[in-house]
């Protein structure tokens, strides 16, 4: 699903993001790594292709979905510091 076309794989996003947060607690190592690796290719696909000014924080952002404990302040302060140009 990850190398869908942006366009489509957009449109799938409000199904498969909840799903993915069911599992942003689960303690599995296996888990963990197949939750990140998704969240990089699914979310990390369509915001490169959609929206450019931020796709060098896509890591940043990723991090404050899988631990918004430590890093959703500083991935929220970096999308207001952001200037969307398109």
Known sequence: ????A??????????????????LTDTHPKVQS???TTLQQVVG???????????????TLLMGLTD???YTKHS???LLQ???IN
């Open 76 to 78: 929220h302060d970096i």
């Open 1 to 4: 699903m990850a190398y869908c």
């Open 68 to 70: 918004p404990n430590d």
């Open 45 to 59: 696909n369509v915001i490169k292709k959609k929206t450019p000014e931020i796709s060098a924080l896509v890591p």
């Open 82 to 84: 952001t200037t969307f």
């Open 34 to 36: 197949a939750r990140q």
């Open 6 to 23: 942006p366009q489509q794989l957009s449109q799938c996003l409000p199904k498969v993001v909840p799903k993915l947060t069911e599992v």
